[in-house]
């Protein structure tokens, strides 16, 4: 917190590291177009990890899981993410305050975009078209304290 003439500015900054794409229970068929056991050379946004569905097969509904929750190689991407605030305490007149407040979230705008893994979408193995955290936000609010 920094304060500046009755004025407190408050900036919280978030950083987390990558965390595993979660993996869609399904049985890996091992063909001549899916050799590499879910490896990609470069990946893009339409190609995030290999996902084709003739790969694919899914696993019936009255067996156990066979296949770990999470890629081993795979990370969803992270961003920093910073979120100041400012706000004022005044009074009016001898005995009541009031607090006049600003927010700002994710003031950067950046934008978090983990690849779509659930089998039955459209999307999967792809990048979503809108991102999966706020865009930027703000906000204002005052407080009457009586």
Known sequence: ???YKAWTVTPIVTFHSVYPVGKSDLKFLRNRCCANFFAVGSQTPVRQFNGHQSCYQKRPGDRLRAV??????IFNPASPQVNPAIKKTTKLGERFPFQLRG??????????LP???NFD???FRRLP???KNFPRLAQ???KFIF
């Open 1 to 3: 917190m920094f304060f």
């Open 121 to 123: 979408k459209d999307r």
């Open 103 to 112: 927010e700002v979230f994710n003031v950067t705008n950046r934008s978090i």
């Open 129 to 131: 078209v809108e991102q």
């Open 68 to 73: 770990e929750t999470r890629f081993p190689n």
């Open 115 to 117: 690849p779509e893994t």
């Open 140 to 142: 204002v609010a005052a």
